[in-house]
């Protein structure tokens, strides 16, 4: 029998496949070689999840591989329909970057709580100017994702004194449906955004919305910057509907230097680094070989991708219509 | 009887005293006009607590106040020997200060951890640059001085993942003693200090202490300044023997303009802002009728500060030595 082809879709540094080596035959492929290459390929790594490379090349001529892992969380610039209507198997990093995630969003509200950026513009001028924070503990957040990384986040925040709503995409336990968000959002001190980009998500966050948060709340965005119309947004912040946003995630991303929403007041710009922590492409990496020894041994894989809805279900939330993994 | 006399050393803006409005006789004085209306005065409130004058003052001449009650944690600015040699009993504001105060040590922790700094300074450069963060759950932290002040900030560390030591001035349960400081410091990423100003804390920090600590720690101080030696930090960080500190508190506050401090690499300053979140002031206002109301009806106040130690002991962690309140 031949050894079975790993495509990588790559990007610097590559995957560091350690026990796979000599066991699998590995190619790499970058954005332009990717279409040739996929009819050869048992697995594709998607290394670079970067990149739109996969929806473009997915519909074309040829076998396609069995499965696709990517390596991040979402997995909206991956699904073509094609690839949505085949057998191809697709998982995610499940795993890997809640607990980051969900720290980067408890530092973003305490930093907004305690006005941190003042307090960094201050000492550049050289000012001595008290103010005085806010408590969290107490406050009220709305969590809108109620996957992994959204349910770390309420677990983080709840630690902390938040009291915290958690809004999923169907009501179920101690999570709340969408009927509830726009009541849960007038009330809350802050909005997180945290769900997979899919076409029911994809501009929920524009001018409406806004319009429905306090003055003093704060909008946090770590899930895909599709889901929030930027120039609403904007809007918002120069109008003061609301007190301050945080964006890590962008309709286009890097950022150019010529984007207008660099210096948007009360706004904070990230470069998408919420959930990458010293050490995560390692445990990227570790990740997928563990996965790949999986499928080479014929065992079912985790973190499987329900390409109809664009996401993992909740196996332990939603046992009525997950998909056994 | 005459009316109790209640002499208020004043800031702007004055306590609220709401309840005690025509059951006591109030007087304002400034740091000036203290040392004159002392011996008129039953009971002193130190509402103005960022000044020395009580320490001044109270050597003079007359009768002295039965009472001194100080809207702060600290006391350091106020025990003179003369009033620590008297029958005058001290209080402090304990329990209103704690949990801002370690959502602000949490605040700071996550902030050093995500390059928070560096974000903002990245987004002033319009200049999009992936970096990596730290994860803070499984960090190691230090925390100096076991009053309710630093075991609230153990408390919301520990929530978040961090694995905290607290020392205090003797072991005791779960506290370490000082004999443990330099051994847990050797390999702290966090040493935050949030101990008393006393004359065995005093300059605690200095360059023997930062030479002690990891390359990679930071170094948090929302206790008093002069534990500090502010030129040895400095030191620190441009030897880069440490990679970040965060001061809230200083030798002498405010800090000028021309403070060499405020462009210390890797240096954090805030103007002693670490405990006042929306309401402060009224909390504290209410908290000392509440305690008035218990000095007029003969009842025993709580929050009495060991003036030859110079803080309030702790009774539940403390109980062998812990003076009866």
């Given at each position: 029998?031949?050894?079975?082809?790993?495509?990588?879709?790559?990007?610097?540094?590559?995957?560091?496949?350690?026990?796979?080596?000599?066991?699998?035959?590995?190619?790499?492929?970058?954005?332009?070689?990717?279409?040739?290459?996929?009819?050869?390929?048992?697995?594709?790594?998607?290394?670079?999840?970067?990149?739109?490379?996969?929806?473009?090349?997915?519909?074309?001529?040829?076998?396609?591989?069995?499965?696709?892992?990517?390596?991040?969380?979402?997995?909206?610039?991956?699904?073509?329909?094609?690839?949505?209507?085949?057998?191809?198997?697709?998982?995610?990093?499940?795993?890997?970057f809640e607990r980051p995630i969900a720290e980067y969003v408890a530092g973003l509200v305490?930093?907004?709580?305690?006005?941190?950026?003042?307090?960094?513009?201050?000492?550049?001028?050289?000012?001595?100017?008290?103010?005085?924070?806010?408590?969290?503990?107490?406050?009220?957040?709305?969590v809108?994702?109620?996957?992994p990384i959204g349910r770390e986040i309420t677990k983080l925040l709840h630690g902390l004194?938040?009291?915290?709503?958690?809004?999923?995409?169907?009501?179920?336990?101690?999570?709340?449906?969408?009927?509830?968000?726009?009541?849960?959002?007038?009330?809350?001190?802050?909005?997180i955004?945290a769900?997979?980009?899919?076409?029911?998500?994809?501009?929920?966050?524009?001018?409406?919305?806004?319009?429905?948060?306090?003055?003093?709340?704060?909008?946090?965005?770590v899930?895909?910057?599709?889901?929030?119309?930027?120039?609403?947004?904007?809007?918002?912040?120069?109008?003061?509907?609301?007190?301050?946003?945080?964006?890590?995630?962008?309709?286009?991303?890097?950022?150019?230097?010529?984007?207008?929403?660099?210096?948007?007041?009360?706004?904070?710009?990230?470069?998408?680094?919420s959930g990458?922590?010293?050490?995560?492409?390692?445990?990227?990496?570790?990740?997928?070989?563990?996965?790949?020894?999986?499928?080479?041994?014929?065992?079912?894989?985790?973190?499987?991708?329900?390409?109809?809805?664009?996401?993992?279900?909740?196996?332990?939330?939603?046992?009525?219509?997950?998909?056994?993994?």
């Amino acid at each position: 029998m031949p050894e079975p082809v790993l495509l990588v879709l790559d990007s610097d540094p590559s995957p560091r496949l350690g026990r796979l080596t000599g066991r699998v035959g590995v190619r790499y492929a970058d954005e332009r070689s990717l279409a040739t290459q996929l009819p050869l390929a048992d697995v594709l790594l998607v290394w670079d999840f970067t990149s739109d490379a996969v929806r473009a090349a997915w519909p074309g001529q040829g076998p396609r591989p069995r499965w696709v892992h990517t390596a991040s969380a979402g997995v909206d610039r991956l699904l073509c329909p094609e690839l949505a209507a085949s057998d191809t198997v697709v998982t995610n990093a499940r795993g890997i970057f809640e607990r980051p995630i969900a720290e980067y969003v408890a530092g973003l509200v305490l930093a907004f709580a305690k006005d941190l950026p003042g307090t960094l513009d201050l000492q550049r001028q050289r000012h001595w100017h008290h103010r005085e924070g806010q408590q969290i503990s107490g406050s009220r957040a709305v969590v809108v994702g109620a996957g992994p990384i959204g349910r770390e986040i309420t677990k983080l925040l709840h630690g902390l004194g938040v009291r915290v709503a958690l809004v999923g995409r169907t009501a179920r336990r101690t999570i709340h449906g969408p009927e509830d968000l726009d009541r849960l959002t007038a009330r809350a001190d802050w909005v997180i955004c945290a769900a997979p980009l899919t076409e029911s998500t994809r501009g929920m966050f524009g001018a409406r919305f806004f319009g429905l948060m306090q003055p003093s709340a704060r909008f946090i965005n770590v899930g895909r910057g599709p889901m929030v119309v930027e120039g609403e947004l904007t809007d918002a912040l120069r109008k003061r509907w609301i007190a301050g946003a945080a964006l890590d995630v962008f309709q286009e991303e890097p950022l150019g230097p010529d984007s207008p929403l660099w210096d948007v007041p009360g706004l904070l710009i990230s470069p998408h680094m919420s959930g990458d922590t010293v050490g995560w492409r390692d445990r990227l990496g570790e990740q997928f070989v563990r996965m790949y020894e999986l499928w080479a041994d014929g065992q079912p894989l985790p973190n499987v991708v329900d390409k109809r809805r664009g996401y993992v279900p909740s196996p332990d939330l939603n046992q009525g219509d997950a998909p056994r993994t």
